[in-house]
């Protein structure tokens, strides 16, 4: 019998992309205010390296492309790290889950990455409050961070639940499903049209259990 769900949060309940843009927003307007730089063009500039690019090198191509010293890449990771979304939205499909699922079920969340910003994304959510615990990985350590079991084990005992009896729901097989299958967790896959891990493939032992495109589906995988 399930009593726990467990979720990821980034393309899981709300989309991450949302948030990268916040932070560019937050960048343009540093260099703007310091070069007198356009910051729209700034902010445009950063939008077409990350779609030609990815991450990983997204600032220090567009200070090249604006001439502006490579000195400032710290400063603008601090900018991006430090800024405080105005408003993130959750999926329609996470809305009504976190809701219809919180009378039923104990929920927890499971986020990797730096501290303040996973708590600036759940505050810019409203979503503290919806969980019975929150764990923020690197709030212990980044050698905490997924696949480590340690988050797994920490909300399996606080919430006093066996493995068995809970549901972790991710969208990266990089890393979310691995341990969790190992532990004995039912391991659902949300598959998000835009979501950054879309079409990731990988062995089976790092895939989910299932996979669904809507949290709507969950209710049915469940009561099976």
Request: charged share 30%; proline share 3%; with cysteine.
């Amino acid at each position: 019998m399930i009593k726990a769900i467990i979720f990821d949060l980034d393309d899981t309940l709300y989309y991450e992309l949302e948030h990268v843009k916040s932070g560019f927003r937050a960048v343009s307007n540093y260099i703007s205010n310091k070069y007198k730089i356009s910051a729209e063009d700034f902010y445009n500039q950063l939008l077409a390296i990350l779609a030609d690019e990815g991450r990983g090198k997204t600032f220090n191509l567009a200070l090249e492309e604006f001439n502006l010293p490579l000195t400032e890449v710290k400063a603008l990771v601090e900018v991006y790290r430090q800024h405080k979304p105005d408003e993130l939205n959750l999926y329609h499909d996470a809305k009504n889950a976190l809701k219809e699922f919180s009378d039923k079920y104990k929920l927890g969340l499971i986020t990797d990455g730096i501290s303040i910003v996973q708590w600036n994304k759940i505050k810019a959510l409203g979503i503290e409050n919806r969980f019975e615990e929150i764990i923020v990985s690197d709030d212990h350590g980044m050698d905490k961070r997924k696949p480590s079991s340690f988050p797994y084990l920490k909300i399996l005992e606080d919430f006093s639940v066996e493995a068995e009896e809970a549901i972790y729901i991710g969208d990266n097989p990089n890393k979310d499903f691995v341990t969790a299958k190992k532990l004995g967790l039912m391991t659902i896959r949300i598959l998000r049209p835009k979501g950054m891990h879309i079409n990731k493939r990988l062995a089976e032992e790092y895939e989910a259990d299932y996979e669904i495109e809507s949290l709507d589906e969950l209710e049915e995988i469940i009561c099976q």
